[in-house]
């Protein structure tokens, strides 16, 4: 069988966003894979019909798509080559091309003089139109000849940037102050693009029935608990109207529904148990909540205890988007993690949620027609592929089958506080009885997520070069609900304590793991626990901490979700506790650390900005200590899972090569 190694990601290929088609009778998805000489990613648009798969389009740019009212598929490409030479001088445009799947070529459908984020038919030729506006372009527009290519030449590679909003940059967007996430009406026929929402807001979710259209929007530069509000637009009138002011609560618009406005909001007033007169905060999980368009009233619909919309099990083996949530006639379906596993479930009208209607695993998106369920997910050895709703698969692009794939063993534990620790090992390839291992203990991030029994690339990379992998879900992590999630000013306690006694049991549970030959990883919150680790133990022969938190005074201030994200998780800020920051931050043990640590950062993460990696990596070589710093050019907080693949690989490599210096 062949070697899993870093450079298998280019054998990969990720399914991706099932939609059924207008009449129920096909599934659209899209495919995608690693391409070398590129360094980059190609997707294309697939069918399944009747039980059989085939490719609808080959430009390797149908990376996204929707249907159409007529039974056609609309995707964004800049096949033409005009339109193509403008989105390429920086000016702002999405292209849309229209392919039909009974047969013939794409052709040129409209182009929007936005970045489009999503479309959604109004069913009259009209689309509700989700963008980012660039307000730089706004006085642009007014330019002609040189003066205008000047002026889009100075965007495009600008001598310095102007900052006047919070946040000022973004994971993944770069600089995105004067920048607007808004909502408009879009016109094919004329070409014209209506704003709905105002540049003095940003824009989150949208939905629509018949002639109401809600979204949710908040103010530019909010302070830290500046939670968006909930809006009504009539279609007919032109008219908006506030249905939940601003800042009321931490709500997610999940859709409409029945002509009710259904949310899954956050009042954060439960109060935690353990005697402390805390609440949960924005830590507690969100419930359902119905609102009347018409009168306004917010109701409770369902208590719930986990996460509602999406999943939130962790892989390197994924691609793509999809439906975390839709209705469907007096259903409403949503992705949740529960325990270890993501899976689909439904809320009715009366409250009553339904159990698992996905196996253990993680489904990732799927989408729903007149009770008929599609969705994407990763079970067992495979990557992502398509299953109906009776589980059965309907896909085959996964060929792990050909590779030294190692099963993760599940193992169960109670910590000395008496919760459940849910934790997993794998075997080295080719494992043998009484030879002595090293091992490799990987911490996820988050917090407020999972690791689980799906595949997962790097961890069978480490197991094909001879590693025990060990990992778990400490306290802090997802699908477990408030009081096993809620770690708010505790980080580096009680999750620390969780993932040593772990180890500890892992250990005795696999006595051919050498104990002189651990190393420890983990990025973001994971990060943040390797540099927290180095610190407080010597127990570890290497470690590799990436995109990590180091210093809470500094991580306020300097990211993306900095001043938020602070005050929820450290239950304090520069202004009202600075020591408990500080006390929190492994900046300060790393005085202590003797650990040969290796630091992956990227210098277009806004998540967990470089400054982190290089305070730590500055600290440690201020200390004596053996380390070394990998700093990824154009990347972002998602180096590890959607980065240009060389830089991926080299990634990869670079970790194995630290573990391999020190660890064996």
Known sequence: MKKITPETLYDFQFVSAPSLSPDGTMTAFVVSHADREENGYLGDIWLLENGRTRQLTSGGDGRSFLWTDDGKILFPCRRDPALRKKAESGEPVTVYYEIDPRGGEARLAFSVPEQVSALKSLGDGRYLCAYTHDCRFDAIRELTGPERDKALADIKDPAYYVLEDYPFWFNGRHIISGKRNMLGLFDPSSGTLAPITGTDMNCGGFDREGELVVYTAGPVSPRSDGYPGVYAYDLAAGT?????????ADCYLLGLWGGKVLLALTDGKLPVPDGSGMTYGDDQYPDFYTLDPASGVLALLARYEASIGDGSVGSDARLGGGRGAKADGDRFYFLTTVDDSAYLRYIDRSGAISGELTGPGSCDSFDVKDGRIVYCGLYGKDLCELYDGDGKRLTYFSKIDEYDWSQPEMHVFTNADGYAIHGWAMRPAGWRPGVRYPAILHIHGGPRTVFGDVFHHEMQVWANAGYFVFYCNPRGSDGRGNDFGFISGKYGSIDYEDIMAFLDQMLAQYPEVDPARVGVTG????????????????????AASQRSIANWTTFEYTTDIGLRFTENQMRATTDTDVAKLWSHSPLQ?????????????SDNDFRCWMSEGLAMFTALKKAGVETKLCLFRGESHELSRSGKPKNRVSRMNEILSWMDKYCK
Do not use: V
């Open 240 to 248: 908006t109207r506030c249905l939940l002011q601003p800042g009321s």
């Open 523 to 542: 990025g973001s919150y994971g990060g943040f626990m390797t540099n927290w680790i180095i610190g407080h133990t010597d127990r570890f022969a290497a």
């Open 589 to 601: 043990y790393a005085k202590n650390c003797t650990t040969p640590t290796l630091f992956i950062h």
